[in-house]
């Protein structure tokens, strides 16, 4: 597979080398085969956790951030989409708005955790405690490694940094931020890949819910191999 992000802590340095896109990021929780589905969006506190978030993101772009350079990609369940919604509110971002500021990535949805879905939530002890032992372990029924969930992170940034292009020396120009809303799971394991951190100790980046973090992405590095002993920093996470 190709090259992941590396990440650098934020706001990116000002070298002109630097790719300083911005990626922040927020986090609800929820099963593949029903996060889709519309009665599985937020209770009241997390659509207030989400406005809260969206305020946050906009106070710190600043009063009048050029708007081509603002976007929000989502997980395409429910409440990862009812959290870009209204965390967009507070920056002119909307869903169907026609400027392609708003969009959906597959590579965002949470992990799948196989026959632990809609299980008890102590479960996810057991899987965190096998991540550690081996990135390539699935949970039983069809779950998703970690480095499963590594790989489709990192296709995302690669893709969103082809998207977005470098900032070009003395241009002028501002960096792009993108405000990533995803899940638990996919957002730690994304931030482990992003800071090029173990993978194996990507609960070390567990967010809480609603939570928002903001990271720079430049260089890149491959996950296909072992990384447990990477390079240190940077920061992303979310909303529920």
Do not use: C
Not at 109 to 133: I, K, N, P, S
Not at 193 to 215: F, I, P, Y
């Amino acid at each position: 597979m190709g090259a992941l992000p590396r990440a650098l802590p934020f706001p990116p340095s000002l070298s002109p080398l630097n790719l300083p896109h911005a990626f922040p990021s927020l986090s609800p929780f929820l099963s593949q085969t029903n996060g889709v589905k519309p009665e599985h969006g937020l209770a009241p506190t997390g659509q207030a956790q989400a406005a809260a978030a969206g305020l946050e993101w906009a106070r710190q772009v600043g009063p009048h951030p050029d708007p081509a350079s603002l976007r929000i990609v989502a997980s395409p369940f429910a409440r990862t989409l009812e959290t870009a919604t209204l965390a967009g509110a507070a920056v002119g971002i909307a869903p169907g708005d026609g400027t392609g500021r708003f969009a959906t990535a597959e590579e965002l949805v949470e992990r799948h955790f196989g026959g632990f879905e809609l299980q008890d939530h102590a479960h996810y002890a057991t899987v965190w405690e096998e991540d550690a032992r081996d990135l390539d372990w699935h949970p039983p029924g069809g779950g998703e490694s970690v480095r499963d969930v590594a790989v489709r992170a990192a296709a995302l940034f690669e893709r969103l940094e082809a998207e977005l292009g470098p900032v070009a020396a003395g241009s002028g120009e501002g960096p792009k931020r993108v405000l990533l809303v995803a899940h638990g799971d996919t957002l730690s394991i994304a931030t482990a890949v992003a800071k090029g951190a173990d993978l194996a100790q990507h609960r070390a980046h567990a967010q809480e819910t609603g939570e928002l973090r903001r990271l720079g992405v430049m260089m890149v590095k491959d996950v296909t191999a072992d990384n447990s002993a990477q390079s240190p920093p940077g920061g992303v996470r979310g909303a529920g």
